[in-house]
């Protein structure tokens, strides 16, 4: 049997290549996924565009996440028929990705699709939404309250960003959005409930390792400058959810807000975290979102022979919202 996948090649720097591939046998704990959805994430941007080291063998099918329905299973706990979403543990990094008609993967990493989701909508989300929701679990559990003030998402009109908004909103936050489109898509980002949209171009980040307090926590996407300015004007006891690198990965800091403000840095990671939590967050996530959410945020529903021509769009900043991909489409 084979399919098609985009398959990322190392000749010198990243070449991404959609070809035809024999679809690999089971192994025990194996499972053959028939996928119908992915989507493009940051890190497929940087995979499949070579500017970031993300595959650790070549080649390699790209996608870090995948909807299906299995086809065939080496582990009782799946059987065909199954709806099930994977995301994280090196899939499209050290395993075969989500960016291909078939995909196999072990048992341990499926998730059973959430009822309140078809399998576009669990893309829709994908990885950043799921970083998201992975965010505001972290900052709920370590007691963020909406009555300790406003939360600044960064990168706001990106995946991670969109749905951060979104979900934040709806668990009764008001959130500040800071995106660098602030004109275009100050209309997108109050309809997924931002109270208000900062311009990140018009910002002013003060260096003091103390400054006055402008927010009760945020979820950032962005790291680097946007991070360390963060750390200064949190609240006390105010949590940063820290997901992504899309500004910059070095931070400037002192200990001053964390021993005197007792301000949280929470570390972000979809690939690692483990299925208990995993499994909780999904369900926050179908608990608070909706599929007309999810309509909202999905800028286009593209092919898998598409990707290619949209991923620059990510790594230039341009993104608005989420690039389902359609693996039956074509
Ligand atoms: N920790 C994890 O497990 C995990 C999982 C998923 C994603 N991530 C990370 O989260 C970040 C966002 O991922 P995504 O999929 O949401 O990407 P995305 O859709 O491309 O969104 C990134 C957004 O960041 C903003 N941005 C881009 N370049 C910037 C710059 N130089 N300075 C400041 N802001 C900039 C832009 O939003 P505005 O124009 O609105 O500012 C952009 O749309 C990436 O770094 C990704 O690697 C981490």
Redesign the pocket.
């Known amino acids: 049997m084979s399919h098609k996948a985009l398959r990322v090649y190392d000749n010198g720097g990243a070449t991404a290549v959609l070809e035809t591939v024999e679809t690999p046998k089971l192994e025990a704990g194996d499972v053959l996924i028939d996928a119908h959805y992915s989507s493009i994430?940051?890190?497929d941007?940087l995979a499949v565009t070579g500017k970031g080291k993300i595959m650790r063998r070549f080649p390699t099918t790209a996608g870090i996440d995948v909807a299906g329905v299995v086809e065939a299973s080496e582990d009782e706990r799946f059987q065909p028929g199954d709806q099930v979403l994977v995301n994280g543990y090196g899939l499209g990094e050290n395993s075969d990705g989500g960016l291909a008609e078939m995909v196999v993967t072990r048992a341990d990493y499926l998730v059973p699709l959430p009822e309140a989701f078809s399998m576009q909508d669990a893309m829709a989300l994908g990885?950043?939404g799921f970083?998201a929701g992975i965010s505001a679990y972290r900052m709920l559990q370590n007691d963020q309250d909406p009555e300790m003030g406003k939360i600044l998402v960064?990168?706001?009109?990106?995946?991670?960003?969109s749905v951060a908004t979104l979900l934040l909103s709806r668990l009764g936050f008001e959130v500040v959005a800071?995106?660098?489109?602030a004109e275009q898509?100050g209309d997108y980002l109050s309809s997924l409930g931002a109270v208000q949209v900062l311009d990140?171009h018009a910002l002013e980040m003060t260096d003091k390792p103390l400054a006055s307090v402008e927010y009760a926590g945020a979820v950032d996407?962005?790291?680097g400058d946007?991070l360390s300015w963060l750390t200064r004007v949190t609240a006390p006891e105010g949590n940063l959810a820290s997901?992504?690198?899309?500004?910059g990965v070095k931070i400037n800091t002192t200990v001053m807000p964390f021993i005197l403000r007792g301000v949280n840095l929470l570390g972000?990671?979809?690939?690692t975290l483990p299925m208990a939590v995993r499994l909780k967050v999904w369900d926050m996530l179908a608990e608070h979102i909706k599929a007309d959410d999810l309509a909202a945020i999905t800028r286009q529903v593209i092919g898998l022979d598409e990707v290619i021509q949209h991923v620059g769009e990510?790594m230039d900043?341009t993104?608005?919202g989420r690039y389902v991909v359609d693996l039956k489409k074509g």
């Open positions: 994430n940051f890190k941007a990885t950043a970083t960064t990168g706001a009109t990106g995946g991670v960003g800071l995106t660098g489109k898509a990140r996407s962005v790291g946007t997901c992504g690198l899309a500004g972000i990671n979809s690939v990510l900043g993104m608005l």
